[in-house]
């Protein structure tokens, strides 16, 4: 079996990217990196903390160049952020020497695995489902568009998307 050198998660808040990210790269015997961690660490602060300050164009910008660094590196699973494909100028970066997957989940499930979470701005408000699903309109066909791989997640345990994944690289 020859691997891809870079493995990029994609998919909504709640899809398990960090998860199953952990999880594969350790099957993979590659290094896991979350680029949402990562730029909250160069930054020494965390998400709703730069989105309050910088504002979302902010955050965006971080998301941005911090993309551009990790397609450097290779022997990685990386988790990218929910709206890492929004940016048409990230999609080179996410490709570069990559398979792409994207975990496919429905809203039901993301917001059953975002509930009372802190950590994510866009969900601070009366209606996260309403987001979630605006969001998945607008995002689900650029998911499609750019992944190698599609994998519903729906009830299925991260042990079990991993097996099935290490099937299709
Ligand atoms: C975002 C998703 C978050 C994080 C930020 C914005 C989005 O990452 O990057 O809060 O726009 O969907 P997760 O998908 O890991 O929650």
Known sequence: MSLPKRVVLVGPMGAGKSTIGRLLARELGYQFLDSDRLIEERCGANIPWIFDVEGEDGFRQR???????LAERE?????????AVMKPENHACLRKEAKIIYLRTS??????????DRNRPLLQNDNPEAVLRNLFAIRDPLYRQLAD???HTDRKSPRLVVRQLINRL
């Open 149 to 151: 791989i599609v994998i």
């Open 107 to 116: 809203i039901e499930q993301q917001v059953e695995r975002t509930r009372k």
């Open 75 to 83: 022997g990685i699973v990386l988790a990218t952020g929910g709206g």
């Open 63 to 69: 998301e941005t160049a911090m993309l551009a660094e």
